[in-house]
């Protein structure tokens, strides 16, 4: 009897139980999981083996060497992509930004040890002037803020630059134009799938699962689903100061090893909230945050952890 057919391949999609592959010789194969228990995402390595009737089935998942991950209504962690080493946070004038989801963003990328850079698409359409704050908080902190329009072309050769050598991932709300940004920095971004806004400004976006592209650049770049909400994972957020690179720098000074940076004694994140050497707005975003995490920590058995933080 034949011995089936083994071989690695990139995930390049997953949708639900069955996944994309690309092997080696750049083919592009349709597959599923075997077995239930297989968790497998957008930028996984995986081993694969075609059975007896010519199907391909991915039986393992090769270690990560990183993996964003996300809580779901459970408060158990799930993987979102693997094998990163960017994120980029995409907003625009239209939907409006939301900057704590922004930062709920940026802190789950730091967390997971990636670096990460904000795109303002749609640059031809106004932000308002509290959207600029944030930003240039933001800015102010280190990180890049490229502005572009995916449509009119201006920005992107920047912006490819900035990406390329990078395995990167787009994160933002529905209707921000990842698909389109997709169409101009891909190699075969003509494939994406663009959305439409939807009445009141609402943004509605038709794509489904992550999907990953080469850029013309260089390096890759995936496209993920849009999203309301997004609750970063408990079991991967630094439990000190919940990604927030402000906090960290600050918090050696606090009295208390273990303070919560809320009302201790001695905190010297709160001193410097008041002094104004940390923003304010960015300071509540870390209070939401961590109610968040304490409540998603509160809805968890005792000693139960997310089933996603494989690397």
């Known amino acids: 009897m034949q011995s089936p057919e083994r071989f690695d391949a990139d995930v390049i999609a997953a949708y639900g139980r069955h996944v994309l592959l690309r092997d ?3 083919v592009i194969l349709p ?12 930028g996984d390595r995986v081993a694969c083996q075609r059975d007896a009737h010519g199907e391909v089935l991915a039986t393992a998942v090769h270690k990560r060497s990183s993996v964003l991950l996300r809580s779901n209504a459970r408060a158990r962690s799930e993987p979102i992509v693997a094998n990163l080493t960017m994120a980029a946070v995409v907003i625009a004038a239209v ?3 939301d900057p704590f989801m922004i930062d709920r963003y940026l802190c789950a990328a730091a967390s997971a040890g990636l670096a990460s850079l904000l795109i303002v698409n749609k640059a031809d359409l106004p932000l308002r002037d509290e959207d600029e704050a944030a930003l240039a908080e933001l800015a102010a902190l280190g990180w ?11 920005g992107l050769p920047t912006l490819a630059t ?3 050598g990078h395995t990167s991932v787009l994160l933002g709300q529905s209707g921000v134009g990842k698909s389109s940004l997709i169409r101009q920095l891909a190699v075969d971004g003509q494939d994406a799938v663009t959305g439409e806004l939807m009445r009141e400004s609402e943004g509605r976006h038709t794509t489904t699962a992550s999907r990953l592209y080469d850029c013309i650049g260089g390096g890759r770049i995936i496209d993920s689903p849009g999203v309301r909400d997004y609750a970063p994972s408990v079991d ?11 906090v960290d720098r600050i918090a050696p000074g606090c009295r208390f090893a273990d303070c919560k940076h809320r009302q201790e004694p001695g905190c010297a994140v709160t001193a410097a909230v008041a002094d104004g050497r940390m923003s304010a707005r960015r300071y509540e975003s870390y209070r939401r945050l961590r109610r968040l995490y304490e409540e998603l920590l509160g809805q968890r058995a005792p000693g139960t952890r997310g089933n996603g933080n494989r690397r």
């Not at 597959?31 to 957008?42: K, T």
């Not at 890049?144 to 201006?154: I, P, Y």
């Not at 991967?236 to 402000?246: M, N």
């Open 162 to 164: 900035a990406l390329s």
């Open 24 to 26: 080696d010789a750049a």
């Open 31 to 42: 597959a599923r999981p075997f077995g239930r228990d297989l968790d497998i995402v957008c």
């Open 95 to 97: 939907p409006r930004p």
């Open 144 to 154: 890049q803020v490229h502005r572009v329009s995916a449509l009119a072309g201006t």
């Open 236 to 246: 991967q957020l630094d439990a000190a100061s919940l990604g927030f690179i402000e």
